[in-house]
């Protein structure tokens, strides 16, 4: 069978599948049921009793002396009629769902006036009351006027909101997806919505016409908005576990959500500490998300919509811990693709969204302090830097040489301090400052947030390290060493939020973002590392700034004839700058020590700029419903990003001449005065014609998609994306340029079947693709600029195919409950993994990305969330919630070159994935306590016999509890790494690196208003 029918036959299973599982809620729905109706009688603020309900016309119930009356009704268009000796009849008109649960409270007002009736339902409510008998206003034709209602910051759905039209007694609460329905005479009308979390809103000249259908969405903005963290105890605020929750169930494909609450609660500094703990997740060096086990590589980001550029050059997802949860609202993991999507999409798309405007204002101010056991008071190593290094610049006591640099001369460097020195380390400590508003103008809404952070923190750690060769087709030591290093992280964060609502839903809103993290090492590498001397000591001092600077626009429109446009606009700066990076070696000759002089001291500086662009434009047309298809929608959207990349690099050596009789064994301060080089010392300009270049990367796009509701039970999202690819990189010197060109057809497919009104059921597939690296398709040598690795340029690099298939059951039992379970697969063509180029004759051994043949990756997930209070015991707000994930991946390879294994794992991904938590959520206290645990990763694959490198199974225990007292104070402690376990890699069953990390532990106070 050739692979075009083997598609099609899989499609046409999955469909089939699909039939089967559709058929019995069909059936089900064939077979008429009543529904239950409450009945509440109030005379003004008593309750009324004697009151005779009829049901079309015929009496069907009595009110009790509490005012109540139970009755089941059939399903259809119904007339209820409230009748009591001595008082005018009232007439409630419903259209009843089969198997709804209804509950009518009706207050009797006196002297002749209009009834209150509050309807509260178990599905969508539409519904037309009169009074008196009247048809309306003047007896004529109606119209229907429908609507949703959703939180303005996250537009996640806002259930229980009472709806109120002018003129009308119609008074209705919104479902739990946030939908009304409703019967109106022809004419104009006021819409107001009241919810105890929200403000309110009210929307006029909202016209129904006869025999026609008037939508309307509201959006409803939480008060007393924050950008900080705040309390929650109620549902559907933004950023709460009911609303993330809510947005998970409504998605369009596979979808996790983490809310504000949810990372401010569990003490979540940065997206990548809270994404630690979704599903199938794992994160790499503390900043890189892997999800369900595949290479980082594989994981997309994009900001409100817009994809997000790296400032690492050796990685394409951006690093996380730049995105401190203050300036979150939510972060969505997208598991399975829909078509308005990047088609890079790969493993799963992670949409950091930021907050928005507040609905009145607001300030802040949280400072903290903290402190690591493995760093806090230890004698941690440090050396002369700059005057700016506690803001996390360089304030040019780390310049090199410009202009020609053929023959730099020790004046041309900006730093002379090399010595490095043991200083006792101090604490970890905060600042945080927010503040906003909004006001009302007859022309519209306007407002403002603005925020600003800064952190600093050090951490200390001795690593053991051995490295292994084949004696005898065993495993023998080669090289044995500690490697012990000191870290000064700084953070730096800035946003500024304008924007502007006018008119019926327009709206314009202004991001403007500074993210800067700063890691200034010193480390030394102390034992065994070479052969030929029983002791070295390898000395570094690498200053690493990594920025990002982002100006993004968002517009929202709801345009005539129900048409929505939404367009995002994008342009930025992503730099990565290691200046002056020197490195040395003192041997060791019994208890004395000197200056390695065949390699003196290497500096090297290294910058990498992208400067990107992006904009999207997406299109929402509205399709009507007819019959069996309850609502359909199209989308189409363009989109274009763009990146412009200069790279640079130049290496120093500073080498002494050994016949000068120079004093080796002299501090490295000594040895490098610029005053005593003279004739004793050369500078060499190791720089070679590849170590920089430019790239460019440009992605146009243009999508169509389908969203169609059958019968209110099945939802289709079907979709087909383009995209034209223009990648290019020219390295300098005569190194000859490399890349391509290429167009692509992504089509992608969802189902949900709603088993019922709180579980649903997702198929989903999708075909997208993963573009290499630009530094991965030059034809050059580089270096990693973190590790020092030296990396083989392959310009025969193709994209990669992916192949995905997604099934997962969900059940929500209650708003802030659930239960999943999923099974995915995904099938790549020509994966990029690292493997080994043999070079120079065989005498040494390069890393180089390759396309492999082919990789598979199979799993499940399951994931729960229960109220305690509600299903065991304890008080309210007392909650767990658990996930794992089994995942099996295998990557294939006919030539295997250097590598051991021609069938391995993927890099980075774990067999299996724990986590659980469990908190207590109150009025003034908070308390959360959580554990993660990833199993056996692959490090890197053995070459040339050796093993491949695992870590080993890791687990990690942390504690966040906060306190408000008074009024505008908030008390923060967080404990993390409680169990400090030992991190260990191994080879071949013997340990090749170990090392701890400490337990960190900090209390923040905050002040608002």
Same mark, same amino acid.
């Given at each position: 069978?050739?692979?075009?029918?083997?598609?099609?036959?899989?499609?046409?299973?999955?469909?089939?599948?699909?039939?089967?599982?559709?058929?019995?809620?069909?059936?089900?729905?064939?077979?008429?049921?009543?529904?239950?109706?409450?009945?509440?009688?109030?005379?003004? *603020?008593?309750?009324?009793?004697?009151?005779?309900?009829?049901?079309?016309g015929?009496?069907?119930?009595?009110?009790?002396?509490?005012?109540?009356?139970?009755?089941?009704?059939?399903?259809?268009k119904r007339?209820?009629?409230?009748?009591?000796?001595?008082?005018?009849?009232?007439?409630?008109?419903?259209?009843?769902?089969?198997?709804?649960?209804?509950?009518?409270?009706?207050?009797?007002?006196?002297?002749?006036?209009?009834? *209150?009736?509050?309807?509260?339902?178990?599905?969508?409510?539409?519904?037309?009351?009169?009074?008196?008998?009247?048809?309306?206003?003047?007896?004529?034709?109606?119209?229907?006027?429908?609507?949703?209602?959703?939180?303005?910051?996250?537009?996640?759905?806002v259930?229980?909101?009472?709806?109120?039209?002018?003129?009308?007694?119609?008074?209705?609460?919104?479902?739990?997806?946030?939908?009304f329905?409703?019967?109106?005479?022809?004419? =104009?009308?006021?819409?107001?919505?009241?919810?105890?979390?929200?403000s309110?809103?009210?929307?006029?000249?909202i016209?129904?016409?006869?025999?026609?259908?008037?939508?309307?969405s509201?959006e409803?903005?939480?008060?007393?908005?924050?950008?900080?963290?705040?309390?929650?105890?109620?549902?559907?605020?933004?950023?709460?576990?009911?609303?993330?929750?809510?947005?998970?169930?409504?998605?369009?494909?596979?979808?996790?959500?983490?809310?504000?609450?949810?990372?401010?609660?569990?003490?979540?500094?940065d997206?990548?500490?809270?994404?630690?703990?979704?599903?199938?997740?794992?994160?790499?060096?503390?900043?890189?998300?892997?999800?369900?086990?595949?290479?980082?590589?594989?994981?997309?980001?994009?900001?409100?919509?817009?994809?997000?550029?790296?400032?690492? $050059?050796?990685?394409?997802?951006?690093?996380?811990?730049?995105? $401190?949860?203050?300036?979150?609202?939510?972060?969505?993991?997208?598991?399975s693709?829909?078509?308005?999507?990047?088609?890079?999409?790969?493993?799963?798309?992670?949409?950091?969204?930021?907050?928005?405007?507040?609905?009145?204002?607001?300030?802040?101010?949280?400072?903290?302090?903290?402190?690591?056991?493995?760093?806090?008071?230890?004698?941690?190593?440090?050396?002369?830097?700059?005057?700016?290094?506690?803001?996390?610049?360089?304030?040019?006591?780390?310049?090199?040489?410009?202009?020609?640099?053929?023959? $730099?001369?020790?004046?041309?460097?900006?730093?002379?301090?090399?010595?490095?020195?043991?200083?006792?380390?101090?604490?970890?400590?905060?600042?945080?400052v927010?503040?906003?508003?909004?006001?009302?103008?007859?022309?519209?809404k306007?407002?403002?947030?603005?925020?600003?952070?800064?952190?600093?923190?050090?951490?200390?750690?001795?690593?053991?390290?051995?490295?292994?060769?084949?004696?005898?087709?065993?495993?023998?030591?080669?090289?044995?060493?500690?490697?012990?290093?000191?870290d000064? *992280?700084?953070?730096?964060?800035?946003?500024?939020?304008?924007?502007?609502?006018?008119?019926?839903?327009?709206?314009?809103?202004?991001?403007?973002?500074?993210?800067?993290?700063?890691?200034?090492?010193?480390?030394?590498?102390?034992?065994?590392?070479?052969?030929?001397?029983?002791?070295?000591?390898?000395?570094?001092?690498?200053?690493?700034?990594?920025?990002?600077?982002?100006?993004?626009?968002?517009?929202?429109?709801?345009?005539?004839?129900?048409?929505?446009?939404?367009?995002?606009?994008?342009?930025?700066?992503?730099?990565?700058?290691?200046?002056?990076?020197?490195?040395?070696?003192?041997?060791?000759?019994?208890?004395?020590?000197?200056?390695?002089?065949?390699?003196?001291?290497?500096?090297?500086?290294?910058?990498?700029?992208?400067?990107?662009?992006?904009?999207?434009?997406?299109?929402?047309?509205?399709?009507?419903?007819?019959g069996?298809?309850?609502?359909?929608?199209?989308?189409?959207?363009?989109?274009?990003s763009?990146?412009?990349? *200069?790279?640079?690099?130049? =290496?120093?050596?500073?080498?002494?001449d050994?016949?000068a009789?120079?004093?080796?064994?002299?501090?490295?301060?000594?040895?490098?005065?610029?005053?005593?080089?003279?004739?004793?010392?050369?500078?060499?300009?190791?720089?070679?014609?590849?170590?920089?270049?430019?790239?460019?990367?440009?992605?146009?796009?243009?999508?169509?998609?389908?969203?169609?509701?059958?019968?209110k039970?099945?939802?289709?999202?079907?979709?087909?994306?383009?995209?034209?690819?223009?990648?290019?990189?020219?390295?300098?010197?005569?190194?000859?340029?490399?890349?391509?060109?290429? =167009?692509?057809?992504?089509?992608?497919?969802?189902?949900?079947?709603?088993?019922?009104?709180?579980m649903?059921?997702?198929?989903?597939?999708?075909?997208?693709?993963s573009?290499?690296?630009?530094?991965?398709?030059?034809?050059?040598?580089?270096?990693?600029?973190?590790?020092?690795?030296?990396?083989?340029?392959?310009?025969?690099?193709?994209?990669v195919?992916?192949?995905?298939?997604?099934?997962?059951?969900?059940?929500?039992?209650?708003?802030?409950?659930?239960?999943?379970?999923?099974?995915?697969?995904?099938?790549?063509?020509?994966?990029i993994?690292?493997?080994?180029?043999?070079?120079?004759?065989?005498?040494?051994?390069?890393?180089?990305?390759?396309?492999?043949?082919?990789?598979?990756?199979?799993?499940?997930?399951?994931?729960?969330?229960?109220?305690?209070?509600?299903?065991?015991?304890?008080?309210?707000?007392?909650?767990?919630?658990?996930?794992?994930?089994?995942?099996?991946?295998?990557?294939?390879?006919?030539?295997?070159?250097?590598?051991?294994?021609?069938?391995?794992?993927?890099?980075?991904?774990?067999?299996?994935?724990?986590?659980?938590?469990?908190?207590?959520?109150?009025?003034?206290?908070?308390?959360?306590?959580?554990?993660?645990?990833?199993g056996?990763?692959?490090?890197?694959?053995?070459?040339?016999?050796?093993?491949?490198?695992?870590?080993? $199974?890791?687990?990690?225990?942390?504690?966040?509890?906060?306190?408000?007292?008074?009024?505008?104070?908030?008390?923060?402690?967080?404990?993390g790494?409680?169990?400090?376990?030992?991190?260990?890699?191994?080879q071949?069953g013997?340990?090749?690196?170990?090392?701890?990390?400490?337990?960190?532990?900090?209390?923040?106070?905050?002040?608002?208003?």
């Amino acid at each position: 069978m050739d692979r075009t029918k083997t598609s099609f036959m899989k499609k046409l299973g999955l469909l089939l599948l699909l039939s089967v599982f559709a058929v019995p809620q069909v059936r089900a729905q064939e077979e008429p049921a009543p529904a239950d109706l409450s009945m509440f009688v109030f005379d003004d *603020e008593l309750p009324l009793s004697d009151v005779t309900i009829k049901v079309d016309g015929r009496p069907q119930a009595v009110t009790n002396d509490n005012g109540a009356a139970w009755l089941l009704i059939g399903s259809g268009k119904r007339k209820l009629t409230l009748e009591k000796p001595g008082r005018a009849s009232t007439e409630i008109r419903l259209k009843v769902g089969r198997g709804e649960n209804l509950r009518v409270i009706t207050t009797l007002k006196p002297e002749g006036g209009k009834p *209150e009736v509050d309807i509260q339902s178990s599905g969508p409510r539409e519904s037309f009351l009169a009074v008196g008998g009247e048809q309306g206003k003047d007896g004529g034709p109606t119209g229907t006027l429908q609507g949703r209602v959703v939180s303005a910051e996250d537009g996640g759905p806002v259930s229980g909101a009472r709806v109120f039209i002018s003129g009308t007694p119609v008074d209705m609460q919104t479902d739990k997806e946030g939908r009304f329905r409703t019967k109106l005479p022809e004419g =104009t009308y006021s819409l107001s919505v009241i919810h105890g979390d929200y403000s309110t809103q009210t929307k006029d000249g909202i016209k129904v016409g006869a025999d026609k259908t008037a939508k309307a969405s509201v959006e409803l903005t939480p008060a007393g908005l924050e950008l900080q963290d705040f309390v929650v105890t109620v549902p559907y605020i933004e950023g709460s576990v009911a609303s993330t929750l809510s947005q998970q169930e409504e998605a369009s494909g596979v979808t996790e959500v983490l809310g504000a609450d949810q990372m401010s609660r569990a003490g979540d500094s940065d997206a990548a500490d809270a994404l630690a703990r979704v599903t199938g997740l794992t994160i790499e060096d503390g900043k890189y998300v892997v999800i369900r086990g595949q290479p980082a590589r594989y994981t997309a980001t994009v900001l409100n919509g817009s994809p997000l550029p790296s400032p690492d $050059p050796m990685r394409r997802i951006v690093p996380l811990d730049l995105f $401190p949860t203050g300036v979150l609202s939510a972060i969505e993991v997208q598991k399975s693709y829909t078509s308005d999507q990047p088609g890079t999409f790969g493993a799963g798309l992670i949409d950091l969204r930021t907050r928005g405007l507040p609905e009145s204002g607001f300030g802040e101010i949280e400072i903290g302090a903290g402190l690591n056991t493995q760093s806090f008071g230890e004698k941690g190593l440090t050396y002369e830097g700059g005057g700016s290094d506690w803001r996390g610049v360089d304030d040019g006591s780390r310049s090199g040489p410009s202009g020609d640099t053929t023959s $730099p001369v020790p004046g041309d460097f900006g730093n002379d301090e090399h010595v490095v020195q043991r200083e006792s380390l101090g604490p970890d400590r905060s600042l945080a400052v927010a503040g906003g508003g909004r006001i009302d103008t007859p022309v519209g809404k306007y407002g403002a947030v603005a925020s600003f952070s800064y952190d600093q923190k050090w951490r200390h750690r001795k690593e053991y390290r051995t490295i292994y060769s084949l004696g005898g087709g065993e495993l023998q030591k080669n090289e044995e060493y500690t490697l012990e290093r000191t870290d000064r *992280e700084v953070g730096v964060g800035g946003m500024l939020t304008l924007g502007g609502e006018w008119g019926e839903d327009q709206s314009i809103t202004s991001n403007t973002f500074l993210m800067r993290k700063t890691r200034d090492r010193t480390q030394i590498a102390d034992g065994e590392l070479t052969a030929e001397y029983q002791r070295s000591q390898e000395y570094r001092l690498a200053f690493n700034r990594r920025a990002l600077l982002l100006q993004q626009l968002i517009g929202q429109h709801k345009l005539p004839l129900g048409l929505g446009l939404d367009w995002r606009f994008l342009t930025g700066e992503a730099e990565r700058e290691l200046p002056d990076r020197r490195t040395y070696t003192y041997n060791f000759l019994g208890d004395e020590s000197y200056l390695r002089s065949d390699i003196g001291m290497e500096r090297k500086f290294n910058t990498v700029k992208d400067d990107v662009g992006a904009y999207s434009a997406d299109l929402t047309v509205p399709l009507g419903e007819a019959g069996w298809l309850s609502e359909a929608e199209a989308k189409l959207g363009i989109s274009n990003s763009s990146k412009d990349r *200069e790279s640079d690099t130049a =290496t120093f050596s500073f080498l002494p001449d050994d016949e000068a009789g120079v004093d080796l064994t002299r501090d490295p301060n000594a040895l490098f005065d610029p005053e005593g080089y003279g004739d004793a010392f050369e500078i060499r300009n190791d720089t070679s014609p590849g170590d920089s270049y430019t790239g460019s990367v440009d992605v146009s796009s243009r999508y169509a998609m389908i969203n169609l509701e059958l019968m209110k039970a099945l939802k289709l999202n079907l979709g087909v994306r383009q995209e034209q690819v223009d990648m290019e990189v020219a390295p300098e010197g005569d190194n000859p340029s490399s890349g391509f060109k290429e =167009t692509r057809t992504l089509p992608g497919a969802t189902a949900t079947w709603k088993i019922r009104e709180d579980m649903n059921l997702r198929f989903a597939f999708s075909e997208t693709y993963s573009l290499p690296m630009l530094t991965e398709i030059a034809p050059i040598v580089y270096s990693d600029p973190d590790t020092g690795e030296p990396f083989q340029g392959n310009p025969d690099l193709e994209p990669v195919d992916i192949r995905a298939f997604d099934i997962r059951w969900e059940w929500y039992p209650s708003n802030a409950e659930m239960l999943t379970l999923a099974w995915f697969r995904k099938a790549y063509e020509n994966p990029i993994e690292r493997s080994f180029a043999d070079l120079a004759g065989g005498d040494r051994t390069l890393n180089q990305m390759r396309n492999f043949d082919q990789a598979e990756v199979n799993g499940f997930e399951l994931g729960a969330r229960i109220d305690l209070a509600e299903r065991l015991w304890g008080p309210e707000g007392l909650y767990a919630q658990a996930n794992a994930a089994f995942v099996d991946s295998n990557v294939s390879v006919e030539d295997a070159g250097l590598a051991t294994n021609d069938s391995r794992p993927l890099q980075g991904q774990a067999p299996w994935i724990y986590n659980l938590q469990a908190g207590y959520a109150g009025d003034i206290w908070d308390l959360t306590l959580s554990y993660n645990m990833v199993g056996e990763r692959l490090y890197q694959a053995g070459i040339q016999g050796l093993p491949d490198v695992y870590l080993q $199974p890791v687990a990690y225990l942390d504690l966040s509890s906060r306190l408000q007292f008074g009024e505008h104070w908030f008390l923060q402690f967080k404990a993390g790494n409680l169990l400090d376990p030992t991190i260990e890699y191994t080879q071949g069953g013997r340990g090749y690196r170990t090392y701890q990390k400490g337990r960190d532990f900090s209390l923040s106070l905050k002040w608002r208003y």
